[in-house]
């Protein structure tokens, strides 16, 4: 008798080799399926506990940073970096009068000027303007200038600037054989109300 396998013996191994592909490729599965799914739990509960630790120590901290701002707000010195106290509509033709007054002061045309809604922002009121300008850029730098390095403190906001190129007439009446440039800016002017208690 010959010692090599026979047919029947060779579908036996088959078969076999054959339940343990099967169950290879069934735990292949179940470990990309579900241990896959488990992993990703376990990594977005990771990062939420990371988030509960940061808020935690946010809400521990809050108590001395409330303290430190009111302080701050109580704190008389701190009174002149806002506008003076007056109704909203009061505060914004006052800021139309200081925009004015530099504009004009630079040498440059006021265009517009207009007041833009009143916000409420954390315990102050800020009034705004719109303002359009023309000059040179001597004029804005120094108009920007002056808005930003006074006080109460002002802020500049959304500034847009164009500019073109043109020949101004001599006083002859002729037309100069030079070009100069003429800027329109738009930009928003902004300063801080307290807010009235009581």
Do not use: C
């Not at 939420?48 to 707000?73: G, M, V």
């Amino acid at each position: 008798m010959n010692p090599a396998t026979s047919p029947s013996q060779f579908h036996r191994l088959a078969a076999l080799l054959l339940l343990v592909l099967m169950v290879g490729l069934f735990y292949v599965m179940v470990d990309q399926i579900w241990m896959g799914q488990y992993r990703l739990y376990q990594t977005h509960a990771e990062r939420l506990l990371d988030r509960l630790h940061n808020l935690q120590r946010l809400a521990t901290a809050r108590p001395e940073l409330e303290k430190a701002i009111q302080s701050i707000r109580d704190d008389q010195r701190t009174a002149a970096y806002f506008l003076p106290p007056a109704p909203p509509a009061l505060a914004a033709a006052d800021l139309q009068q200081r925009v004015k007054s530099l504009v004009e002061g630079a040498g440059g045309n006021l265009l517009s000027v207009q007041a833009l809604p009143v916000v409420e922002e954390g315990g102050v009121v800020r009034v705004a303007v719109g303002v359009t300008v023309q000059g040179d850029v001597d004029m804005l730098q120094k108009t920007l200038h002056g808005l930003e390095s006074q006080v109460p403190l002002l802020f500049v906001d959304n500034l847009e600037v164009t500019a073109r190129q043109f020949r101004p007439r001599l006083p002859d009446g002729k037309i100069a054989p030079y070009t100069r440039v003429q800027l329109n800016g738009q930009f928003e002017v902004s300063g801080y109300l307290r807010k009235e208690t009581g």
